[in-house]
């Protein structure tokens, strides 16, 4: 949705020092500075809507520091989920926020990112300790106080939390502190088909509500079951279907998966079939992480525009189901797929970039959609970010007070307002 605006120039930073350089020169020169990790985004975060210098941070790609005993790890921006995994794997760790993207794990922490395994071990926001930024004019913050990596702290305001979801318009991160988990000593995936969404999502509700500690719960509508079936060559029932994984030991693991079960077939799914296997597991999970290729499949030459909210899980059946009705009265081709263990979800809607009409429409569904979600108690954005396409939603979502201070904050870090501009306010 969001047109490519390339900036003025573009530059590689090899090292903090030279990232803290070229900031203060950008700075003093007045140039707008656009922060670079893998270009993932979804909202337009690295437009360069007025120009400026993209800040390339791809070949700050150390893994600087692991501490096993502390399950803590310090990257820099080019350090990406799946690398780090890479290095992990020997040491009985692993870092489990999983945005579908191999995205940049200090670009996840700029957007506020998540993923798949939310509902078991929290968003990027719940996993990150500490963080290293280049302010605006140059100068260099260590949120949480250079080195530190405790687990919890009462000191001060939380200037982690801070930067953590500021999408580049405070300063840059040149290195986050990230929280490690242990591995899963066993892992099992699952899948059930329901009659209808709103049997799926009751049953990710009643899940929840029972405290089955599943590590993933994924919702696809049936056009997305279709387009996943065709694309990655499943053969699952072409109907709203939860796909599921269960982490931990061989006997939790039974009971989860047998209390799942009955709750799944009391809400009338029509088949729970177990996937045991790590070649069925990687099939099933790779699918699902492609539903944006296979939607595109839907519609070839168009393009994709994927928008996401967020409800209190109890609000989550009527907004699923408010959604399915507002997606068929648009007339527009889209599928529904999200991470109901937190209550987010997405629509994948598919538009030709050269019809001004069906823009228009694409644009009304999305804007609808975070009313709904803002009306129920809800965010505009789970997991995507405000960037471009979000900022009226966003003043709708905490009033003139919330961005008023949001206002004040940015004038005092960036009072030339040349940090990523245009984006989120």
């Not at 999983?98 to 700029?110: E, I, K, N, R, T």
């Not at 994984?245 to 077939?265: C, D, K, M, P, W």
């Amino acid at each position: 949705m969001h047109r490519c605006q390339p900036p003025d120039a573009v530059v590689w930073p090899q090292n903090v020092e030279q990232v803290s350089q070229l900031a203060a020169l950008c700075y003093s020169q007045g140039m707008p500075i656009i922060p670079f990790g893998t270009g993932t985004g979804l909202e337009g975060g690295v437009c360069a809507v007025q120009g400026g210098v993209c800040f390339n941070l791809t070949h700050m790609d150390r893994i600087l520091a692991l501490n096993t005993e502390d399950f803590s790890v310090v990257v820099e921006p080019g350090v990406t989920r799946k690398a780090l995994n890479t290095h992990l794997r020997d040491s009985g760790l692993w870092f489990p926020v999983d945005p579908g993207a191999d995205a940049s794990l200090c670009g996840m922490a700029a957007t506020g990112a998540s993923g798949t395994n939310a509902v078991r071990y929290g968003t990027i926001r719940d996993n990150v300790l500490n963080l290293e930024v280049v302010l605006p004019g140059g100068q260099l913050l260590h949120t949480a106080g250079q080195g530190r990596h405790y687990r919890k702290s009462a000191a001060g305001y939380n200037l982690t939390g801070l930067f953590v979801g500021s999408e580049g318009t405070l300063g840059l991160i040149t290195a986050a502190t990230l929280r490690l988990h242990p591995a899963p000593e066993t892992t099992v995936a699952a899948t059930c088909a329901f009659p209808s969404v709103q049997a799926a999502v009751d049953s990710t509700v009643h899940i929840l509500q029972a405290a089955v500690p599943v590590a993933r719960i994924e919702f696809l509508d049936e056009v997305m079951m279709d387009a996943c079936n065709r694309h990655s060559k499943l053969d699952c029932r072409v109907a709203p279907t939860l796909f599921l994984e269960f982490h931990g030991s061989e006997q939790a693991l039974g009971e989860q998966v047998q209390r799942t079960e009955e709750i799944t077939q009391s809400n009338g799914a029509f088949h729970f079939s177990w996937a045991k296997e790590a070649e069925e597991r990687s099939q099933l999970w790779a699918a699902r992480h492609n539903a944006w290729y296979a939607a595109l499949a839907l519609r070839p030459g168009c393009k994709g525009y994927a928008t996401d909210v967020c409800v209190p899980i109890s609000r989550l059946p009527e907004i699923l189901v408010q959604a399915k009705e507002d997606l068929k009265a648009s007339g527009l081709t889209g599928t529904i797929v999200g991470h109901v263990g937190d209550g987010n979800f997405h629509c994948i809607l598919l538009v030709d970039p050269e019809d001004t009409e069906e823009l228009r429409r694409v644009e009304a569904f999305a804007q609808q959609l975070g009313r709904r979600a803002l009306a129920l108690h809800g965010t505009c954005t789970g997991e995507h970010g405000i960037g471009l396409g979000k900022r009226q939603l966003l003043q709708e979502e905490v009033g003139a007070v919330g961005i008023e201070t949001m206002r004040q904050l940015k004038a005092t870090l960036d009072p030339r307002g040349l940090m990523n501009p245009g984006k989120v306010l």
